[in-house]
């Protein structure tokens, strides 16, 4: 089967003309033949204009986390939008929804609302400046945190040959002003001795250590849970807000994320999109002392904060996946779904692994995932991309680059997992077969 984008194709012809690429987010770009045009989504499926249908494991990088259009949650949306959208003054709801964050995630002491994670990270980098007085940070390799200048960096490890130094910190985008430089330092994974020197040389100057432990945009490339203890110890002790980054982790590797399944406490944390199933709804929270900076010096606003709707489908959303087995319901599809990967990749004698959460898993086709991003470089991705256009073709839609994370929702079904392994074992057969001839090995047949 040998899936027509004949629709998407047209209707690419057609957007160029009108939004740069065709799209409206950079990352939707596929190429001119590969574009895909969605007509609706429902659960973990999403139909195009073609009516081609796909399971799908990017769920919008993340934010569908109970799946697409989900009834309970569109209600609550529905009613929300009786409310009247916004007032550039508040409602009391935002008091609610701030009551459930805290007590899922005990570091957010104090919460402020804002629409994208872009946004909530901007906030809390601003905050966190003007809580120490001081202006650098440290990132860690490979890591992202939305679309700001602070934040469009990254480690140039194409260019980057083992042994020869350290990769090159380069702008994310054209148009990133190359004084910001200065200000940022970054550091592998789990490397606490650099760190620790970095912090040395450099303490006067941090504000701020921001870390996503589950790296969601670099093949959810994990923490340590010692590299993370460390690290909060190391922060404490050079007097260096911690932040941790939980647009992608947040209500999704656990009720209290992250830190929850760590162990760890962040200063400052930021939220965004899980907790609204899809509506543009995020946060930045933190330790009471620091939080009491907005408003004391501090601005943050925004029209669009806390839209009725939005807020809404936040407050059901997170009251689902509070007092709802939701969450265990996910970890245990993505656990059913490495198994069955995994019994097809070694039935070949294919070396594989996963990282990550099973609710955001990385693949790998090496027998450990990469410790950082350096070794995700000396990582063969080769067989990857070439998988991933035969799952498409197939109707499972993960990302074509390695580096984002097969995400679970509530609606991936043993259903969805059982006919997404056997499309998969078909993809991994077509590009053994590309590679070698012909395969021997029999079909599985799958139970989930
Ligand atoms: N931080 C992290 C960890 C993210 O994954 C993202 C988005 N992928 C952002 C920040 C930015 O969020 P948004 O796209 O909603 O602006």
């Not at 409602?91 to 872009?118: Q, Y």
């Not at 970890?331 to 099973?358: C, D, N, V, W």
Request: with cysteine; proline share 4%; charged share 25%.
């Amino acid at each position: 089967m040998t899936r027509s984008l004949a629709k998407s194709n047209a209707q690419f012809k057609k957007a160029i003309r009108h939004l740069p690429l065709g799209v409206s987010s950079n990352f939707r770009y596929w190429g001119e033949e590969k574009t895909i045009y969605v007509k609706s989504g429902k659960g973990a499926r999403l139909t195009d204009i073609d009516g081609n249908e796909y399971i799908d494991y990017r769920l919008a990088y993340g934010p569908c986390i109970l799946g697409y259009a989900d009834p309970r949650v569109d209600a609550a949306a529905r009613a929300g939008q009786e409310i009247g959208g916004v007032f550039a003054l508040s409602t009391e709801r935002e008091c609610t929804v701030a009551e459930r964050i805290s007590k899922m995630v005990p570091a957010a002491e104090l919460v402020r609302f804002s629409n994208s994670g872009t946004e909530a990270v901007m906030a809390a980098l601003r905050v966190a400046r003007a809580h120490t007085g001081k202006d650098s940070y440290v990132v860690i390799e490979g890591g992202y945190h939305g679309v700001f200048d602070a934040a469009l960096w990254t480690t140039a490890v194409e260019d980057w040959k083992p042994g020869h130094g350290d990769p090159q910190l380069v702008p994310y985008s054209a148009g990133v002003p190359h004084v910001l430089r200065a200000m940022i330092h970054s550091v592998p994974m789990n490397d606490t001795e650099r760190l620790e020197s970095v912090f040395k040389a450099y303490s006067g100057d941090i504000a701020a250590f921001m870390i996503e432990p589950i790296m969601g945009n670099c093949c959810s490339i994990s923490a340590t849970r010692e590299f993370l203890r460390d690290a909060r110890a190391l922060c404490d002790k050079y007097g260096i807000l911690m932040i941790i980054d939980e647009v992608k982790t947040g209500f999704r590797v656990a009720k209290g994320g992250v830190q929850e399944l760590f162990g760890v406490k962040a200063d400052l944390c930021t939220f965004a999109k899980a907790m609204g199933n899809g509506y543009p709804i995020s946060v930045c929270s933190g330790r009471e002392d620091i939080m009491r900076n907005f408003g004391n010096g501090v601005v943050h606003g925004g029209t669009f904060t806390c839209h009725s709707i939005a807020l809404a489908a936040a407050e059901k959303t997170l009251e689902i996946l509070d007092e709802t087995p939701a969450l265990a319901t996910i970890a245990e599809y993505g656990t059913k779904l490495r198994a069955g990967m995994s019994q097809i990749l070694s039935q070949r004698g294919i070396k594989h692994s996963f990282s990550g959460h099973p609710s955001m898993s990385g693949l790998f086709f090496s027998e450990k995932p990469p410790r950082d991003y350096r070794d995700w470089v000396t990582s063969d991705y080769t067989f990857y991309e070439a998988l991933a256009p035969h799952l498409h073709d197939l109707g499972v839609l993960c990302e074509p680059d390695s580096r984002e994370p097969w995400f679970i929702c509530e609606a991936h079904d043993d259903r969805c997992l059982g006919e997404t392994l056997e499309r998969f074992e078909t993809a991994v057969n077509r590009v053994v077969q590309s590679a070698r001839g012909p395969v021997k090995a029999p079909f599985t047949k799958y139970t989930t």
